[in-house]
């Protein structure tokens, strides 16, 4: 597809379970961002990946949480050992350019996860 | 650290009726500034970038205007399509992009 795509598009995970969200972003995009979204709150960064690097991770909340795109393409967001307070919205973001001279996002239609 | 703040929270308008949002921020050395729409369910859609104090940039029936300290997004005779939260987000130079909480806007027919 031409879009970027997330799966699962739902999560539904015990207190403690581990849980990996994916993302596919659009080809050939350089820069990536996850964001996690609360209900009725605008996107929250988390963190950035420029190709496979890794740039900025300052927006994860804890350790519990962990992200990597190893190729430059496809990513992972990982979170360990799910807290209630995980519950949330995770969109994925990729543009074309680097993070500090691109004008546009292009946003996934998200992972909704529910720790129960 | 940089903030953005936007109001009101939710707006009802009756198709045809004309009105404005607010995205009000602080930001250390502003790179541009971007308005986006997000349907129930769905990621944010992008809209606009404006650059500079000044600066206008129209798409249909929506206007988006930028001054130092805030922008605008001004819809005309708006239809219930438009119905959506309107996220704005920040960003400095060499920093994250920072979204305001957004505005739910619904257009009744």
């Known amino acids: 597809g031409a879009g970027v795509s997330q799966s699962p598009r739902y999560k539904v995970a015990k207190r403690g379970q581990d849980v990996a969200l994916r993302c596919d972003p659009i080809?050939?995009?350089?820069?990536l961002f996850w964001y996690q979204q609360a209900l009725g709150q605008g996107p929250e960064f988390l963190t950035y990946?420029?190709?496979?690097?890794?740039?900025?991770k300052s927006g994860l909340p804890s350790d519990r949480f962990f992200a990597e795109r190893p190729e430059g393409s496809v990513s992972t967001l990982k979170i360990q050992r799910t807290q209630q307070e995980d519950s949330a919205v995770y969109l994925c973001?990729?543009?074309?350019?680097?993070?500090?001279?691109?004008?546009?996002?292009?946003f996934g239609e998200g992972s909704r996860l529910t720790v129960l | 650290e940089d903030q953005v703040t936007q109001s009101p929270e939710a707006l009802r308008l009756q198709e045809g009726e004309s009105s404005s949002l607010n995205c009000s921020y602080t930001?250390?050395?502003?790179?541009?500034l971007f308005w986006y729409r997000q349907d129930p369910g769905k990621g944010p859609e992008f809209l606009f970038t404006?650059?500079?104090a000044g600066e206008e940039k129209e798409k249909e029936r929506l206007k988006a205007t930028l001054t130092k300290k805030e922008s605008f997004l001004h819809i005309t005779a708006p239809k219930p399509e438009d119905s959506a939260t309107y996220l704005c987000?920040?960003?400095?130079?060499?920093?994250?992009?920072?979204f305001g909480p957004g505005t739910r806007l619904s257009v009744l027919p």
């Open positions: 973001a990729s543009s074309l350019g680097r993070r500090e001279n691109t004008g546009e996002l292009f």
């Open positions: 080809s050939g995009h350089v820069s």
């Open positions: 990946f420029q190709n496979e690097a890794q740039l900025d």
């Open positions: 930001v250390s050395g502003l790179r541009g």
């Open positions: 404006l650059y500079s």
């Open positions: 987000a920040v960003q400095a130079y060499g920093q994250n992009f920072v």
